[in-house]
Nanobody, 125 residues
Framework: RVRLVESGGGSVQAGGSVRLSCVASGYHYSGYCMAWFRQLPGQVLEGVAV???????TYADSVKDRFTISQDSAKLTLYLQMNSLKLEDTAMYYCTQDLGGQLSCSMSAMEYSYWGQGTQVTVSS
């Protein structure tokens, strides 16, 4: 079973930067997709960025050119570098991994099976 543990969240002023990390342990599937999602209380999960085992990435339009997803396969760590943060980026951020098999990594939460506990990012003015 894959276990995911996020870290790096916190409070930051608008325009600032934060880097989230997610360490994976347990069985690591080949041909996987990993992703960052975010959620506000009472709202649905929103896909932020995805990356596959070939480092092909996709971003939500709302974060394109501001956020960068990357991974260190040797360390089994996923990152999300968040720059030029906006008030609307405030949310709980979750790291997730699928079971493999997606032809291309999806932004749909339904395609992902393993989830971390989340890390809060709060952007203030």
């Amino acid at each position: 079973r894959v276990r995911l543990v996020e870290s790096g969240g916190g409070s930051v002023q608008a325009g600032g930067s934060v880097r989230l990390s997610c360490v994976a342990s347990g069985y690591h599937y080949s041909g996987y997709c990993m992703a960052w999602f975010r959620q506000l209380p009472g709202q649905v999960l929103e896909g932020v960025a995805v990356i596959d085992n070939n480092n092909v990435t996709t971003y939500a339009d709302s974060v394109k050119d501001r956020f960068t997803i990357s991974q260190d396969s040797a360390k089994l760590t996923l990152y999300l570098q968040m720059n030029s943060l906006k008030l609307e980026d405030t949310a709980m951020y979750y790291c997730t991994q699928d079971l493999g098999g997606q032809l291309s990594c999806s932004m749909s939460a339904m395609e992902y099976s393993y989830w971390g506990q989340g890390t809060q990012v709060t952007v203030s003015s």
